[in-house]
């Protein structure tokens, strides 16, 4: 039996709740499935209130919570291996099988940036950011995952396209 005021599961035949003090003199054509849901719902209520939780679902709580969320998911990503950019990284220029692509660049310049981003159509893209000497190159590679392949899409020097051609 449960109160059907505060919830409280009480002995049957208690006259009042020993919790909020409501009489509880149902008759039998009271009780049924209605007052049940009721005082299960109640119940429900009084143990979230008094478990103090309820005091910790506040607008500016919940805005934390998802906001932390967020920036523990952008910091994953940022830190996490990126398939796109290790691919790259670890294969390799068709004139070069010795060296890969990462290790080339990284021997020839101090500060290599590694991002990926898909394009609006799709496709996946790995930019090499070399900055040096105050200038900034950046490659551009076209990635296609399913395949496990890579090519140079773009290049482009102090903001200035090069061929790919003139490359190599």
Known sequence: ??????????????????????????????????????????????????????????????????????????IGAALGDDSAVSLVKNGYFYFNKDVTVGELLDANFDNVEWESLVAADGKTYVNATIKEDGGKVVIQFKVNEDKGTFQINACEINGIPVPVSDLF
Do not use: H, P, W
């Open 1 to 74: 039996m449960f109160c059907r005021n505060c919830g409280k599961e009480l002995n049957e035949g208690t006259a009042f709740c020993t919790t909020c003090g409501t009489r509880l003199g149902q008759t039998t054509a009271q009780s049924g499935f209605g007052t049940t849901a009721n005082a299960f719902v109640s119940n429900a209520k009084a143990k979230i209130d008094s478990s103090g939780f309820k005091k910790y679902l506040t607008k500016k709580n919940i805005i934390i919570v998802v906001a932390v969320f967020v920036v523990l998911c952008i």
